[in-house]
């Protein structure tokens, strides 16, 4: 069950601080042995939780990013962008081998792809200091990766009277995992797209995915992409569309959905309200290129 402390406070958000190099205008995917021009390219810090972090404190929440970075030049360069996003930065873990992460983020025909290279472990050195702050309220985790690699995070955040909600996150290598439900056991609200709730419960219904899931968490807020968005709590289910525009990137706008749930949620909104906020974020999200380009072009 969900914890019945007051939600207002600060988010904290853990998980892997990505260098997203996104190429878009393409006329196609690239093919072994031939060459591919992007019409546009633009380079930008990315990851789950920036980009949920972002979200939210241009949402006006509290926002903490709780990750390892690196010190190396690409980190720098990365450093000013990460510093406008108006993030409490106190608990990121300075580390030369700590990374970015480096993805090519490829955008055709409204979808896109992407190749990641892992950039050492995810635990910042601060993640006990930061669960116990008195102004964190609620741990979004924002893979499984991470919660793969600390396995204690759910557990060390609900002792502090934390709320927790996970984003799966898409990995082929652990997408699967036999052990992902006892892992994410105690989680909140679990945040999937389609692919992932399929992946892990084998059902590409998704009624008969989010019967399966709800076993496991007491909210799950399926995203679909342009087809909207179902939430099944409490025996309630919610299913909502999604408003028809131009889209520019859907990098990040699972994120910025994130975002916006978990925004109106611990604001006390009701789970309705909650998932059209997350809905709008993500609409948002999706007509600028890469995870934050929304946030800057309304700034």
Known sequence: MTSSLPRAGAVLNLGRIYCDMVFRGLDGMPQLGRELFARDFAITPGGGALITAAHLA???????????????????????????????????????????????????????????????????AGFEAAVASPEAAHLHIAEYATLHEMPDAIARAKSH????????????????????????????????????????????????????????????????????????????????PSPRVEVVDTTGAGDAFNAGFLHAWLNGADNRTALMAAIEAGTRSVQASGGTGSIRSAS
């Open 161 to 240: 009277g934390l709320t927790v909600s996970l984003d799966p996150s898409w990995d082929d290598a652990l997408i699967r995992d036999p052990l992902f439900f006892e892992r994410a056991a105690g989680t909140d609200i679990f945040l999937p797209n389609m692919e992932e709730a399929e992946a892990l419960t084998g059902k590409s219904d998704p009624g008969a995915a989010l019967a399966i899931l709800q076993r496991h968490f007491p909210i799950v807020a399926l995203k679909r992409g342009g087809e909207g968005a179902i939430l099944a709590a409490d025996g309630v289910i919610i299913d909502l």
């Open 58 to 124: 241009a949402l006006g929440r509290h926002s903490a990013l709780l990750a390892r970075f690196g010190t190396d030049a690409l980190s720098s360069a990365l450093s000013e962008q990460i510093d406008e996003l108006g993030l409490d930065l106190q608990f990121l873990d300075r580390h030369e081998t700590a990374g970015p992460q480096l993805t090519v983020v490829m955008v055709h025909d409204g979808d896109r792809a992407f190749l990641s290279r892992r950039a050492g472990h995810a635990r910042p």
